[in-house]
T-cell receptor, first 113, second 111 residues
């Protein structure tokens, strides 16, 4: 079955550590997105990529980095520069030429300990 | 910055009643609109998409769009306790492929 997989489901980070969240899709979607969701809040865009080897900053990119070396993969690194990283992170993908809506992964819940 | 506004709720409705959710957006050129349902601790799932002015029905759900007023709504008929969730309105930007999400409306259906 086609889908979008995020791992791990839960992640704990110590102060000063970088951590990487995985996002893989087998939907042959061109575009991929990372959103952050805080409790009781909507989704805020961190980074997005329309094609391989290209990505753009979203509204809250500071303290995050991404890569898009393969069409299927769009990992997100939460760096030590992100001072308040505890949140629910959602990866999404879309095939804008066919349908503009997103398919979401199941999310990663990151907690600073 | 493009904005999408929703009443955060909670919107409390008795079982069997109609739940009415509203969403306004600022990007006048937007053409594609979506409603997602998100259960607590889970990721959003698509309920409806709407592109033309008027109503679009799918089962117990009806989406309504008025581009002149920059307004999208979602009606849930015969509300069930399983409809208790947060409903996110999303608007595709006029120039580009990104969706901007509202803050969501929390719906509570009481038996």
């Amino acid at each position: 079955d086609g889908g979008i997989t995020q791992s791990p489901k839960y992640l704990f980070r110590k102060e000063g550590q970088n951590v990487t969240l995985s996002c893989e899709q087998n939907l042959n979607h061109d575009a991929m997105y990372w959103y952050r969701q805080d409790p009781g809040q909507g989704l805020r865009l961190i980074y997005y990529s329309q094609i391989v080897n290209d990505f753009q900053k979203g509204d809250i990119a500071e303290g995050y980095s991404v890569s898009r070396e393969k069409k299927e993969s769009f990992p997100l690194t939460v760096t030590s520069a992100q001072k308040n990283p505890t949140a629910f992170y959602l990866c999404a993908s879309s095939f804008p030429q066919v349908y503009p809506g997103y398919t979401f992964g199941s999310g990663t819940r990151l907690t600073v300990v | 910055q493009k904005e999408v506004e929703q009443n955060s709720g909670p919107l409390s409705v008795p079982e069997g009643a109609i739940a009415s959710l509203n969403c306004t957006y600022s990007d006048r050129g937007s053409q594609s609109f979506f409603w997602y349902r998100q259960y607590s601790g889970k990721s959003p799932e698509l309920i409806m998409s709407i592109y033309s002015n008027g109503d679009k029905e799918d089962g117990r759900f009806t989406a309504q769009l008025n581009k002149a007023s920059q307004y999208v709504s979602l009606l849930i008929r015969d509300s069930q306790p399983s409809d208790s969730a947060t409903y996110l309105c999303a608007v595709k930007e006029a120039a580009g492929n990104k969706l901007t999400f509202g803050g969501g409306t929390r719906v509570l259906v009481k038996p």
